[in-house]
C-alpha cells in the first residue's frame, strides 16, 4: 500500500513564506503550483510544494 501522502493549507504556506493570506491563495491559484482545489478550499501537496520551492529558488514570483 502506498504511504499517505501529506498535505498542506494556504495558512501552512502563509505562515512558511511569511506572507499575508490574499499572497498564500494567489500562489495556491498560479498556474504549476502544486495545489488541488476542492470546492473554494486548497491543499498542497507538501513534497512537491517542497521540490516547486526548490526549483524557484531566486526567481521572481508575479502575485
Not at 11 to 17: P, V
Not at 26 to 47: D, E, M, Q, V
Request: glycine share 6%; charged share 30%; aromatic share 12%.
Amino acid at each position: 500500500m502506498r504511504e499517505m501522502e501529506t498535505y498542506m493549507t494556504p495558512k501552512e504556506i502563509m505562515e512558511h513564506l511569511q506572507i499575508g493570506k490574499d499572497k498564500a491563495y494567489s500562489l495556491c491559484a498560479l498556474k504549476g503550483f502544486p495545489a488541488i482545489k476542492f470546492g473554494s478550499t486548497y491543499r498542497i501537496n507538501k513534497a512537491k510544494y517542497m521540490k516547486w520551492l526548490e526549483e524557484h529558488e531566486g526567481m521572481k514570483v508575479s502575485l
